[in-house]
């Protein structure tokens, strides 16, 4: 099994960026995809970026030409840089990870979630 240990969330003013983190750790094959989500009060979660195992990246419109999405596959990491943050990105960001725990068995996890406010 999988567990991911989110870091990097807090107050940040409009404007201003941010690096979250997501370090993956315990028994897997491989992890295939890893990425964000994020879930504001009283919304749905929804995805912000994803990473394939080969550095393809997939973006949510709200968020393309400010935010990059990179990871560490030697330390199983997986990095997310947003630019410009605006009042509508607060929400609680949680990391996810698709992995195989062998050739035929994919299985997904979930941080925990941190806690992103952007206001002045």
């Known amino acids: 099994q999988v567990q991911l240990v989110e870091s990097g969330g807090g107050l940040v003013q409009p404007g201003g960026s941010l690096r979250l983190s997501c370090a993956a750790s315990g028994s897997f094959f491989t992890i295939n995809v890893m990425g964000w989500y994020r879930q504001a009060p009283g919304k749905e979660r929804e995805l912000v970026a994803t990473i394939s195992s080969g550095d393809s990246a997939n973006f949510a419109d709200s968020v393309k030409g400010r935010t990059t999405i990179s990871r560490d596959n030697g330390k199983n990491t997986v990095y997310l840089q947003m630019n410009n943050l605006k009042p509508e990105d607060t929400a609680v960001y949680f990391c996810?990870?698709?992995?195989?725990?062998?050739?035929?068995?994919?299985?997904?996890?979930w941080g925990q979630g941190t806690l992103v406010t952007v206001s002045s």
């Open positions: 996810n990870a698709d992995y195989s725990l062998d050739p035929f068995r994919r299985r997904g996890a």
